[in-house]
Nanobody, 124 residues
Framework: QVQLVESGGGLVQAGGSLRLSCAAS????????LGWFRQAPGNEREFVAA????????YYTDSVKGRFTISRDNANNTVALQMSSLKPEDTAVYYC?????????????????WGQGTQVTVSS
């Protein structure tokens, strides 16, 4: 069992920055892929970014490329999402997720473990 706990959400003005963090506890898997997803009211959960736990390969959805950066700290079992140049359309609940699939995946159903989510609100 893996437990994931997100932190760092909040309210920010458009153009601002936020850093989300996700701490993993319990059974850790050095070869797991970690991802960030988001869900706005009335929308389906959508992929934001993913990183392989080993190797550092990353992948982003097009709408956040150049603005968001995913990173991981294996020693502390954490993954972060640095968000810059935030837009009102980035407003959503952001979820951290983990999968035992080695390959990067953007499909929510491929992730085995989920955090409780953290709210990000970007005002215009």
């Amino acid at each position: 069992q893996v437990q994931l706990v997100e932190s760092g959400g909040g309210l920010v003005q458009a153009g601002g920055s936020l850093r989300l963090s996700c701490a993993a506890s319990g059974r850790t898997f050095s070869r797991y892929t970690l991802g960030w997803f988001r869900q706005a009211p009335g929308n389906e959960r959508e992929f934001v970014a993913a990183i392989r736990w080993s190797g550092g390969s990353t992948y982003y959805t097009d709408s956040v490329k150049g603005r968001f950066t995913i990173s991981r700290d294996n020693a502390n079992n954490t993954v972060a999402l640095q968000m810059s140049s935030l837009k009102p359309e980035d407003t959503a609940v952001y979820y951290c997720a983990a999968t035992n699939r080695i390959a990067l995946t953007t499909i929510p159903g491929n992730y085995n473990y989920w955090g409780q989510g953290t709210q990000v609100t970007v005002s215009s």
